[in-house]
């Protein structure tokens, strides 16, 4: 009986909720292996590489492992492609539903002057960055496909700049447009949401080895001596911190964390009702170009929660300032781990959705684009933060080179390793950077979902050149308007 019940569980097809819970179970204890995995070996906890990367990628080897001499898939690929695809805007909503941290930090004058004058910088500089990668990516897919692979879209190569600069997750939603449009088709299906993970997954492996060079190079250049322990504490975590006199108490009727999830949630549900609302109205009028704009709301659904969550946010207080609620519901302290939590195991998720073996000859373009993606990523952003960061440009250059081939996590890891106390404005500068470039970065997701459209690469690659020249003439207006002069 044990044996057909075991056989019958691996033979479920992938829709099975069966199947799905497993999936899910099984990403938790990746986690928890590669925890242990990453505290235990010298090797990984001197890589800098996060644990969620470590649990994917072990969970990818162990998946191509029994795929390829037991001949079924360990995980559900549905239920793969739901966590990375909810849990994107469930961490984007929480984050956006913080009220501000309770904690004070001082700064002295100069360094508010120095953080006040990076952080519009800091958003031009992570977009062109992202613009930079999407202009090597599309010219070497270009040059790829009219010499070696003809049947390759030649706009594919615009994904370095979301695989890289802005991870998995939106690797995934980008993939998940393409792949509705079918304009990787030449692969199989999903052959675009395999191509924007598998940049993602060399896009950490960028993060991670050539960031523990540059850092090493960088310390012996200031005299730092790197001391990595694990152990640390992390920082002392107080009841004012989870619990402030004027929000609602840990648990009386219902769990305070418990309303955090409900609140999520609820933000979370009135965003996909706003998106089907949307596709109805667009489908209604007949248009083909909104028509065609369907898949594009549904695969960018997380900045639409993002601004939901905005709007609920001012709400909730409006109703507090006016008396008629009299408790803060939103707690930073427990938003902060949904969205650590959501994210974490969003990143396990995608690594594991990666195919290795149905790349076939994907695997020239990935790598070629990779390649170069990464070199120019390095000498760019070293450029641009010299010039920008005049006083903690080795900071803030290993703060965004880690953003832009990973996630914002690891730029921070990265930064920390020579700057252990954040007394440099880095830190501060590549958080709000990150909240100035979603405002920044919204034309560039949408020229992305259409880069591959047939007609279109070369409006795009023009209005994506374009808007480079003038980010970077902002970020450079100082040491032109001095040339001029001169």
């Not at 489908?283 to 939901?308: E, H």
Request: hydrophobic share 50%; charged share 15%.
């Amino acid at each position: 009986m044990g044996t057909s019940l075991f056989g019958g569980l691996l033979s479920l097809e992938n829709e099975s909720l069966s199947f799905g819970v497993i999936t899910v179970c099984a990403i938790c204890v990746l986690v928890l292996i590669a925890n242990i995995i990453r505290r235990k070996i010298p090797l990984f906890r001197r890589s800098l590489m996060p644990t969620a990367v470590i649990a994917g990628l072990l969970g990818l080897v162990i998946k191509e492992i029994v795929l390829a001499t037991a001949g079924f898939n360990i995980f559900s690929t549905v239920t793969l492609g739901a966590i990375v695809y909810h849990l994107l805007p469930i961490g984007f909503i929480s984050l956006c539903l913080r009220e501000k941290d309770n904690y004070t930090q001082t700064f002295d004058k100069n360094r508010i002057k120095i953080a006040n004058v990076a952080a519009a910088k800091s958003g031009a500089l992570i977009i062109s960055g992202y613009l930079m990668q999407g202009i090597v990516g599309i010219t070497l897919s270009l040059l790829i496909s009219l010499v070696i692979m003809p049947e390759l879209n030649p706009g594919t190569g615009i994904m370095l700049a979301l695989g890289f600069g802005q991870g998995p997750q939106q690797a995934n939603a980008t993939g998940y447009i393409w792949d509705a449009a079918r304009y990787m088709d030449a692969w199989g299906a999903g052959s675009a949401r395999n191509f924007g993970l598998t940049i993602s997954a060399l896009g950490f492996l960028w993060s991670s080895i050539p960031g523990i060079i540059l850092i090493n190079l960088i310390a012996k250049k200031k005299g730092v001596t790197i001391k990595r322990n694990e152990f640390e504490k992390s920082g002392d975590v107080n009841s004012y911190s989870i619990e402030s006199p004027d929000e609602i108490p840990l648990s009386e009727s219902i769990d305070k964390f418990s309303l955090q999830l409900c609140m999520v949630g609820g933000v979370y549900l009135l965003t996909i009702g706003i998106v089907i609302g949307l596709e109805m109205i667009f489908r209604f009028s007949g248009i083909t170009f909104l028509i065609d704009l369907v898949p594009t709301f549904w695969g960018f659904i997380f900045m639409l929660g993002a601004l939901v969550a905005l709007c609920t946010k001012a709400i909730l207080r409006r109703l507090v300032k006016t008396g008629i609620m009299h408790r803060k519901y939103p707690n930073s302290y427990m938003m902060n781990r949904i969205s650590g939590a959501a994210f974490d195991i969003s990143i396990t998720a995608a690594l594991c959705l990666i195919s290795l073996t149905t790349l076939g000859t994907l695997w020239i373009p990935v790598l070629v684009v990779t390649t170069a993606g990464g070199f120019a990523t390095i000498f760019f952003v070293r450029k641009m933060c010299n010039h920008i960061y005049k006083d903690y440009e080795d900071e803030a250059f290993l703060a965004f080179y880690g953003n832009l081939t990973g996630t914002i996590a690891n730029g921070m890891i990265l930064a920390r390793e020579i700057d252990k106390d954040f007394k440099t404005p880095a830190s501060d500068d590549l958080v709000k950077g990150g909240a100035a470039g979603i405002v920044l970065g919204v034309p560039l997701l949408f020229l992305i979902a259409q880069a591959p459209r047939a007609g279109n690469l070369w409006w795009v690659t023009g209005a994506i050149v374009i808007y480079f020249l003038i980010l970077m003439g902002y970020l450079l207006k100082d040491k032109l308007f001095k040339r001029n002069n001169a």
